[in-house]
């Protein structure tokens, strides 16, 4: 299965500055994944970045909030935008498994981001 | 839309058997995944079933009826590092997994 590199692993950051979270993947793959963590809860889906085109974006995400870059089939940036303490959270990228019914999604460690 | 609906928490003791439950409603369905996910760490692919029927790997166990939209992953002679979050995910065909809440498991001696 795809090996995700992900960083930072955490940061602390001030209250309306940006951060930008890198994923470096060692396969190419289509559609990268992003999502948030909110403390003590599920994962979201914030948007699917695919190579060479805008990402789309669910419900409750926009771009001027969590601009996305997708320069190439093995990496991803999001940026978290504008930071306020509602925004600290873990920040997740992952991709499809080369066999979906043998290796699922992969994730990358994460990035766990604390805004004060 | 998807909805994945799984209990919040659960409790059990060392060497017992826990079924954790999810009941879900989704449109063009694909799969049904299971994932295990420690405190502070990703998630991790526990197994996936496309097909009605168990899938057993080792303690683990996970079951799938798509005509009631039902699944419950089994966990065998529990040890205290199965204490974890157990995500219930969903998706269709070329997306990304939608998760249900979690549920967190504690496992005590």
């Known amino acids: 299965s795809a090996v995700i590199s992900q960083k930072p692993s955490r940061d602390i950051c001030q209250r309306g500055t940006s951060l930008t979270i890198q994923c470096q993947v060692d396969?190419?793959?289509?559609?990268m994944f992003w999502y948030r963590q909110q403390p003590g809860q599920s994962l979201t889906l914030i948007a699917t970045a695919n190579q060479g085109s805008e990402a789309t974006y669910e419900s409750g995400f926009v771009i001027d909030k969590f601009p996305i870059s997708r320069p190439n089939l093995t990496f991803s940036t999001l940026t978290v935008s504008n930071m306020s303490p509602e925004d600290s959270s873990i920040y997740l990228c992952?991709?499809?498994?080369?066999?979906?019914?043998?290796?699922?999604?992969?994730f990358g460690s994460g990035t766990r981001l604390t805004v004060v | 839309g998807q909805n994945i609906d799984q209990p919040t928490e659960m409790t059990a003791t060392e060497g017992a058997i826990v079924q954790i439950n999810c009941t879900y409603q989704t449109s063009g369905f694909n799969g049904l995944f299971w994932y295990q996910q420690h405190a502070g760490e990703a998630p991790t692919f526990l197994s996936y079933n496309v097909l009605d029927g168990l899938e057993e790997k080792g303690r683990f166990s996970s079951f799938l009826s798509r005509s009631k939209g039902y699944s419950y992953l089994l966990l065998k002679e529990l040890q205290m590092k199965d204490s974890a979050s157990y995500l219930c995910?969903?998706?269709?065909?070329?997306?990304?997994?939608?998760f249900g809440k979690g549920t967190t498991l504690s496992v005590s001696s």
């Open positions: 995910a969903t998706n269709q065909a070329g997306t990304a997994l939608i």
């Open positions: 992952s991709v499809e498994g080369e066999t979906t019914g043998n290796y699922g999604y992969t």
């Open positions: 396969s190419q793959v289509t559609m």
